[in-house]
């Protein structure tokens, strides 16, 4: 079992910048990649960013690529996604997955822990 808690979120200007953690605790963090989703009201969760397990390749969808970055520090058991030049249509609830021996897959189905989320607005 592993534990995942995201937070970092909040509200922030368009053009602005937040930056979200996800916490792990449970099984060895750096038997897993991981990633980040998102999900907007409305809407079906989307993938936004992968990384591998000891961070060697990372992975964006187009919407965000160029503006975030995926992290992550296995001393800590800890995953970052900074977020710049934020628009409107990032607002979401952004949450943070695991997946057990991957490579950071865009398939949500590939995951086998999610933390609870955190809730990003971005205000035009």
Known sequence: QVQLVESGGGLV???????????????TFSNYA???FRQAPGKER???AGITWNGGRTYYADSVKGRFTISRDNTKNTVTLQ???LKPEDTAVYYCAAEYYGYG????HSYRYWGQGTQVTVSS
């Open 105 to 108: 897959s865009a398939n949500e």
């Open 34 to 36: 991981m990633g980040w």
């Open 46 to 48: 989307e993938f936004v």
């Open 13 to 27: 200007q368009a053009g602005g910048s937040l930056r979200l953690s996800c916490a792990a605790s449970g099984r």
């Open 83 to 85: 977020m710049n030049s």
